[in-house]
C-alpha cells in the first residue's frame, strides 16, 4: 500500500514533483498529447531504455492536474518495482482513495507493462469491460509489445515509439533554448554534433566526462536490458552469449551475419544464435537490415547486416570507430531502415521502402564525385528509378544525370529532426 501511495504522489499534494515532469517537451509530446486526449484507445509508448518514456507518462499526468482532473483520478503504476495483477492494483487504489474505478472515469498508467505476464490479454479486459478507464501503457521491448497488441488489442491501440534524442532535441538541452531553424543555428549544432553521437539521452546531455557516459550507456542501459529486461521475458537466456553478441556487434556496425560460419566460431547451435540475435532485436540493442529482393523467399535466402540500435552502443567497448560506419548507423537509426542492396560487385547502403523504392548512399566526405554515385547510377537505371540520395558530410543540393536526379542530404540536416 505504502509503494503505490508513493508512486502515486499527488493524491496527497495535489501535483506532481517538477523533476519527474521535466519542463523540456520533446517533440513527439504534442502527438502523444493529442491522442491521449482525443481518442479512447490505449495508447502504446515504447522505445530503449532511458529514452523518456516515464517522464512523457508524469507530463500527461501533470497535464491532466492542469485541466483540472482530481489527484484521486489517476493511477500510476511501475512494474520496474513490483509485478502485481492490474485488477489487484486497482482493488488497492480503490482501498486507498475510495476511488469507483468500475464507475469513475479513471486515467492508469502502466509502466514496464512487457513484465507482465500475458499483459495484452489482461489490458483488454479492461478495455472492453470498463469504458470508464483510460489507459497509457509504456514498455522497453517493443517487439513483443507489437505482438502482443496485434494479437489481443487489433483497432484498441496507437503505439508510438520515442527514440533516443533528434539533434534537435539534444541542442535545446545542451543549450537551453529553442532551436527552431537549422540554418541559423548550424554552427551551434555543428560544435556538439560528435558528442550527440555518444549520448543521445535525456539524462546525460550535460555530462562530458566520457567514461561516465560510457558508464552509463553500458549499465543502466545495455546491462539493464541483457541481465534484466531479456531474462524476465524468455526462458532458457545465455547472458554470456548475449554479451559477446553486443560486443561483436557493437564493434562492428553494419557487419553481414552469417549464422553458419559464426555458430562454429562461437562454438554455438545456429537455433540458439537465432534465438539470441531475436532477444537482442527484442530488447532494442541491435537492428537486423535485410539485402532486399522482390521475392520474400530470396530476401530470405541473402545475408543480413546487424548494426547497433544506435550508434552510441559502438563506444560502450571502443573509443573509436570508422566513422563511415557510424554515419550508416546513425541514417539506418534516423529513418528506420530494413533493407540493403548487394547484387555482385554492387552495393547500396540502404533502400527506402515506401510506396517507391529511393537507394541511399552514406559517406564520410564533404565533397561527391561521380565515383561516390556510381552504384546509386547503377541501381537506378536497372530498375527504373528516378531518384537516389546521398548523405554525406558538405553542403545541401542535387546532382541531374539525364531523368535520373541524386538528393544531396547533409547528415547533420537529416538528423536535425528526424
Not at 503505439?159 to 537551453?176: H, S
Not at 529513418?335 to 540502404?350: H, M, Q
Not at 561527391?368 to 548523405?391: R, Y
Request: glycine residues 4%.
Amino acid at each position: 500500500m505504502e509503494e503505490l501511495i508513493i508512486q502515486n504522489e499527488w493524491w496527497e499534494r495535489g501535483e506532481i514533483n517538477k523533476q519527474k515532469a521535466k519542463p523540456y517537451r520533446r517533440k513527439i509530446f504534442k502527438k502523444i498529447k493529442e491522442i491521449f486526449f482525443n481518442y479512447r484507445q490505449i495508447l502504446i509508448l515504447t522505445g530503449l531504455r532511458r529514452v523518456g518514456k516515464t517522464t512523457i507518462v508524469y507530463q500527461l499526468i501533470e497535464e491532466l492536474l492542469k485541466r483540472g482532473v482530481a489527484p484521486e483520478n489517476i493511477l500510476y503504476f511501475s512494474f520496474d518495482k513490483k509485478i502485481e495483477e492490474p485488477i489487484e492494483i486497482l482493488k488497492l487504489y480503490q482501498k486507498i482513495t475510495k476511488i469507483n474505478w468500475k464507475k469513475e472515469k479513471v486515467y492508469l498508467f502502466l509502466d514496464e507493462i512487457q513484465k507482465l505476464e500475458e499483459w495484452s490479454s489482461k489490458i483488454k479486459l479492461l478495455y472492453d469491460t470498463l469504458p470508464n478507464l483510460k489507459i497509457c501503457i509504456t514498455g522497453s521491448a517493443s517487439l513483443m509489445l507489437e505482438d502482443q497488441a496485434i494479437r489481443d488489442l487489433g483497432g484498441r491501440y496507437f503505439k508510438i515509439e520515442l527514440k533516443p534524442l533528434t539533434l534537435q532535441e539534444y541542442a535545446e538541452l545542451y543549450y537551453e533554448k529553442r532551436i527552431d531553424n537549422f540554418e541559423l543555428h548550424r554552427l551551434d549544432l555543428e560544435a556538439i554534433f560528435d558528442e550527440y553521437i555518444r549520448k543521445p539521452f535525456p539524462e546525460i546531455v550535460k555530462i562530458d566526462d566520457l567514461e561516465m557516459i560510457h558508464e552509463y550507456i553500458n549499465s543502466i542501459v545495455v546491462e539493464k536490458i541483457l541481465g534484466s529486461d531479456i531474462p524476465t521475458v524468455f526462458k532458457k537466456v545465455n547472458i554470456n552469449l548475449l554479451k559477446t553478441l553486443c560486443e561483436i556487434f557493437f564493434r562492428n556496425p553494419g557487419m553481414t551475419l552469417n549464422i553458419e560460419e559464426m555458430s562454429k566460431k562461437l562454438h554455438v547451435h545456429k537455433l540458439t544464435l537465432k534465438e539470441h540475435i531475436y532477444y537482442l532485436e527484442y530488447g532494442k540493442l541491435i537492428r537486423v537490415v535485410k539485402n532486399f529482393r522482390p521475392s520474400i523467399m530470396a530476401e530470405s535466402r541473402k545475408l543480413p547486416k546487424v548494426y547497433p540500435f544506435h550508434p552510441c552502443f559502438c563506444f560502450i567497448y571502443f573509443a573509436q570507430a570508422e566513422k563511415g560506419k557510424i554515419y550508416e548507423n546513425l541514417v539506418m537509426h534516423a529513418w528506420d531502415l530494413a533493407n540493403y542492396f548487394k547484387s555482385g560487385k554492387y552495393e547500396i547502403d540502404f533502400l527506402k521502402r515506401n510506396r517507391k523504392i529511393v537507394p541511399i548512399e552514406v559517406k564520410a566526405k564533404k565533397e561527391i564525385t561521380k565515383k561516390e554515385i556510381k552504384n546509386l547510377l547503377w541501381f537506378m537505371e536497372k530498375f527504373k528509378v528516378e531518384k537516389g540520395v546521398i548523405i554525406f558530410e558538405g553542403k545541401e543540393g542535387e546532382i541531374k544525370l539525364n531523368k535520373l536526379k541524386v538528393e544531396k542530404i547533409p547528415l547533420i540536416k537529416l538528423l536535425f529532426n528526424f
